[in-house]
């Protein structure tokens, strides 16, 4: 289980028995000793199973923009079991929720030493790209390796988001930043190109009120701002409708916007479209024409607390190679 850990002595407790283990990686004192000392104060995850530390990971910012993966150890025995992935993807969620574009690593140049290159070919399956040699960073005998890595990139937000539902900040969200998810929705593909999503960016506090009433039981009760999705049922071909097609791709490309700007939401359908038809109420405190259908509500504006992926099966499990 990956777990992170606030508390400092915790943090210098758990980085001392694996880094300690690891002489390969970490036989100089003076570093070691300041690898641990450091990890006190920087995010902080560990792999546990039975009590056992199996590994942990640290970052630091090095930079507005950037988090730097200052530090990372697995126990050999635990070594080939996924627990440096796991570790790197909360860590990664974590810099990408909070708003970092990259995340950098420093280690040493391919070719060097054995130990070093299977490091470094594990970050390249990370999907870290070299970015730099610094041969005098460390010393010449060490040239230091910068891999970086875009928390920015389509996948990368595809990966960070998740669904929140939590409190939101009471910070207003800029209309250009609403704007922006909104292009991004209706930019979806549509079938045979029939368009048959709208949208109705809501910011209004009076409004967002009205509608916060309706929601029953309530969601997204501090949001700021709110993004509405309107369906028509209009036949791309013959008797073909697309339409929840449509508004379903319109829907994830906001909800990648969204978290890309740094936002979080939640796809709010079911919610809505029960037999208590709150998309109806919310249609009518909006003046939604009678053709139109309200089917999603998506809340948008900055996090106030922190969440998690949830558990899904796993790629194994449901991607198929050449046939079921
Ligand atoms: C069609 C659809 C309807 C949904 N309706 C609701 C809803 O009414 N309330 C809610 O809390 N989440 C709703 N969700 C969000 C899902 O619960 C969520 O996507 C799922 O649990 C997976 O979590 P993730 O989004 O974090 O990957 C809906 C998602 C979809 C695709």
Redo the contacts with the bound molecule.
Sequence with gaps: MIRFIEDASERKKISRQILESLNEWFEIEDSRERYIAESADQPFWVSVNDDVYEGFLCLKETGKATMELAVMGVIKECHRKGIGRRLFAAAKDYAAIKGYEFIQVKTVRTGIYDDYDITNEFYKSLGFKELEVLPDYWDEANPCQIYIMSLKSAVATIAT?????GEYLRESVPDEDLITIAKAGIDAPSGCNKQTTDLIIVTDPDLLSKIKAVLDPP?ARTAPAMIIVLTRRINAYRDRCFAIQDY?AA??NM?LAIVELGYQS?????????EDRICDKVASILNVPDEYDLV?ILPVGKAAESFH??S?RPLSERVHINGF
Excluded: M, Q
Aim: charged share 25%; aromatic share 14%.
């Design positions: 988001r998740h669904s929140y539902r969601v379903s829907i994830e909800l939640c796809w709010y359908e079911g919610h809505i479209t029960d999603c992926a949830p899904k």
